[in-house]
């Protein structure tokens, strides 16, 4: 008889084979444990993978600052639980130092007195800060894009440095792959550099741009650039114009006179008046955003550089106290960085947890 199939080898070889089987399944068992206990913030790419680039991992990824600063204050209110108000007072603080707006602030803290004692915990107040986002920020639809006749025109306004340049330059490059034929119109004629910033822009978009020399009037390069634009159908028009500072009131005017030029030659026209803000300036934002819109009519936000900020409440600040509807926000420098807003990659940005 082969010595395999000695009853003691049998029993010998069958030990093995189920001690193996015990080992295995406990490996297997301890992995999936693991891949579920991972923490979705350490949850980032596996080596070798390609990067993730939608738009949720691009708001996680740009919300970080404000994300962690909010946290942190949340974080440090509770331990107050048993006291509502010092719990309050202290969330308080956290919440206008990142920039939600004092009347804002007002609305979210609401929602916390509303909270039963036992869900005073992190979680509790995370969920119910959640809701009110979401409730405050509703209705905002990111991104406009261009329907009805061509030229569909937009102007980009702001102070200086925000970002409007970039910005039209994000922009461009968004409608050319989509497959529109884009305008840029050289408005800011106040710096050469501005005008060769903008060329370098449409370059690289492979769109069309009308400019003047420096110095000219802006509301003649734009009386171009319209003009241009409805002789060749051109789908889409983005004017830059001047960064200004918004107290200036001749400034203003400048940038009143450039927008009638535009009702004047294309009724209808502008259809989309972009405020660009930069999001580390502040609450200096919701002013801004006060006088363009008396100035101008703006119709929606481009909230820029959130990626370096850590003030990201204040694109609900500007909903909510201002009004205006966020369309875009920038999350950095290069082209793809230009995000048309999503609410609910916002709030999972800024504040993540359950509802
Ligand atoms: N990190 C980051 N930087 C940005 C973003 N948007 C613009 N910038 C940078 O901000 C700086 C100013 O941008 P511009 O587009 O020239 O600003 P502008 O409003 O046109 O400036 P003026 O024409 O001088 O008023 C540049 O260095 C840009 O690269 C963004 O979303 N994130
Ligand atoms: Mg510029």
């Keep these: 008889m082969p010595e395999w199939t000695n009853p003691a080898m049998i029993g010998w ?3 093995w084979g189920l001690a193996l089987l ?4 406990g490996l297997l ?11 979705p913030e350490a949850a980032g790419p596996q080596p070798g993978a390609a990067p993730d680039t939608s738009p949720r991992e691009r708001f996680r990824l740009g919300l970080a600052k404000s994300r962690d600063g909010l946290a942190r204050r949340i974080r440090g209110a509770l331990g107050q639980e048993d006291d509502l108000e010092a719990l309050v007072e202290d969330l308080e603080q956290g919440l206008i130092e990142s920039d939600v707006g004092v009347r804002t602030t007002q609305k979210l803290l609401e929602a916390v007195r509303a909270l039963s004692a036992s869900d005073r915990t992190e979680a509790g107040v995370r969920a119910a800060l959640r809701t009110e986002v979401r409730a405050l920020l509703a209705g905002d639809g990111g991104s406009t894009e261009p329907t009805g ?18 910005t039209i330059g994000k922009l461009a490059a968004r409608h050319r792959e989509a497959g529109r034929s884009v305008l840029l119109v050289a408005g800011d004629t106040f710096r050469a550099a501005a005008i060769d910033q903008l060329s370098v822009w449409a370059e690289r978009t492979g769109a069309d741009i009308v400019k ?9 390069v734009v009386f ?21 500072l918004h107290t200036k009131v001749n400034l203003m005017e400048e940038l009143k006179k450039v927008r009638r030029v535009v009702e004047r030659q ?13 999001a580390t300036t502040g609450q200096n934002a919701i002013s801004q955003a006060r006088s363009f819109t008396d100035a101008v009519a703006v ?30 926000v920038g999350l950095g420098e290069t082209a793809a960085d230009l995000q048309p807003f999503e609410l609910d990659s916002f709030v999972d940005g800024l504040l993540p947890g359950a509802d």
């Design 29 to 39: 068992r301890a992995r999936l444990q693991g891949a579920r206990e991972r923490p």
């Design 266 to 278: 294309c009724p209808g026209a502008p259809h989309e008046v972009l405020l660009v803000l930069d």
């Design 212 to 220: 003047q020399e420096p110095g000219a009037d802006p509301s003649s």
């Design 299 to 328: 119709s929606g936000v481009a909230l820029s550089k959130l990626d370096g900020s850590a003030r990201g409440g204040m694109a609900v600040a500007i909903r909510h106290e201002v009004g205006l509807p966020i369309r875009y």
């Design 224 to 244: 171009d650039g319209v003009a241009a634009a409805v002789a060749r159908k051109t789908d889409v028009v983005l004017i830059d114009t001047a960064g200004r």
């Design 13 to 15: 070889v069958a030990a």
């Design 22 to 25: 015990v080992v295995l399944i």
């Design 149 to 166: 006749e061509a030229p569909w025109i937009c102007l980009v306004v702001g102070v200086n440095g925000v970002g409007k340049t970039t």
